[in-house]
């Protein structure tokens, strides 16, 4: 008799918690901005890295918030096309373009900023200053094994 095949429970399954996770907070967070902004999720984030490490190419940009070039590019065209983000030439290398925010795009980030600190804010909200710290502990080290592991293969 052939082994039963081990069942899979999705809903305790780690990967499958931490993305259904994110995923519903990526969407509270964006109903927040998307109307009032007019922005994507990838846009915003294109805009927070870019707020916090500019100059970036758009290949950091990809790393910075680890998101496909097509996507990013996509987001960055849009962003450009809408005067919130600048792209100027490396001098040294012609192929290489650095972007940035542009006045307009500063003056927008510096007003999606709160709203997002204010979501976390009350994200946390559902943990106490114990758990939180131990939260962001585990989560840390779980990112970076789970980066380590990605670079492994």
Known sequence: MAPRPQALELENFLPYRLSVLAQIVS???????????????????????????APLTASDVG??????KVAVSRAVAGLMQRG???????????????????????????????????YEKCLYEALPDEERRRFDSLAERLFAHAKALRDRG
């Open 27 to 53: 969407e509270s967070l964006h109903d927040l901005y998307a109307g009032p902004f007019q922005l994507t999720v990838t846009q915003w984030r294109v805009m927070a890295a870019l707020g916090r490490f």
């Open 63 to 68: 790393q910075r918030i680890v998101m496909d």
């Open 84 to 118: 919130l983000v600048e792209r100027a030439t490396d001098r040294k290398d012609r192929r290489r373009a650095s972007l940035k925010l542009s006045a307009r795009g500063r003056a927008m980030h510096s007003r999606i900023v709160p709203i997002a600190l204010a």
